[in-house]
T-cell receptor, first 109, second 112 residues
């Protein structure tokens, strides 16, 4: 069964720290998404990438297709970054997305 | 304002009842999706539709039904055949089947 694995499951850090969340997947993909889910349940799409690196504000997403691995980085973390971060992939030739279980991030003041 | 709306925010169902969750988008997106989220698990795809009057089963379609009579609307019916319906349901849409998905606020369904 094709799988998406995220690590760590839970992460608590101090304000200002550099945060890294990892995502690994089992077979070839056509795209990888990073999503953010806040406590109320709403989900926001952060990035969609198929190669290289993307940056938006303090968020950076990278992907290594050969190693089947992606990372989401948060620079100068802030308590408002506290959320669940979800990695999702579209397998090659497939419809729909397969989601990781999420990384629960807490940034303490 | 463009976006996706889901209603209601909370829904209670009695045993044996069918209930319908609403999803509407005014983004002019062709593709729409329904996902289910359970505690400690990733989102799972229930149904998706890439065009009006057409839809496909996702990974966990049993006990659910959908319709796509209008581009803007993709209602999900949770039937009495769904034995464990308590979950958080999220609707999403995208321009086509391959682009970024935009999510609604979700509906939390509870069985009484």
């Amino acid at each position: 069964k094709n799988e998406v694995e995220q690590s760590p499951q839970n992460l608590t850090a101090q304000e200002g720290e550099f945060i890294t969340i990892n995502c690994s997947y089992s077979v070839g993909i056509s795209a990888l998404h990073w999503l953010q889910q806040h406590p109320g349940g709403g989900i926001v799409s952060l990035f969609m990438l198929s190669s290289g690196k993307k940056k938006h504000g303090r968020l950076i997403a990278t992907i290594n297709i050969q190693e089947k691995h992606s990372s989401l980085h948060i620079t100068a973390s802030h308590p408002r970054d506290s959320a669940v971060y979800i990695c999702a992939v579209r397998w090659e030739g497939a419809d729909g997305l397969t989601f990781g279980k999420g990384t629960h991030l807490i940034i303490q003041p | 304002d463009g976006g996706i709306t889901q209603s209601p925010k909370y829904l209670f169902r009695k045993e044996g009842q069918n209930v319908t969750l609403s999803c509407e988008q005014n983004l002019n997106h062709d593709a729409m999706y329904w996902y289910r989220q359970d505690p400690g698990q990733g989102l799972r795809l229930i149904y998706y539709s890439q065009i009006v009057n057409d839809f496909q089963k996702g990974d966990i379609a049993e006990g659910y039904s959908v319709s796509r009579e209008k581009k803007e609307s993709f209602p999900l019916t949770v039937t009495s055949a769904q034995k464990n319906p308590t979950a958080f349901y999220l609707c999403a849409s995208s321009i086509d089947g391959e682009e970024t998905q935009y999510f609604g606020p979700g509906t939390r369904l509870l069985v009484l």
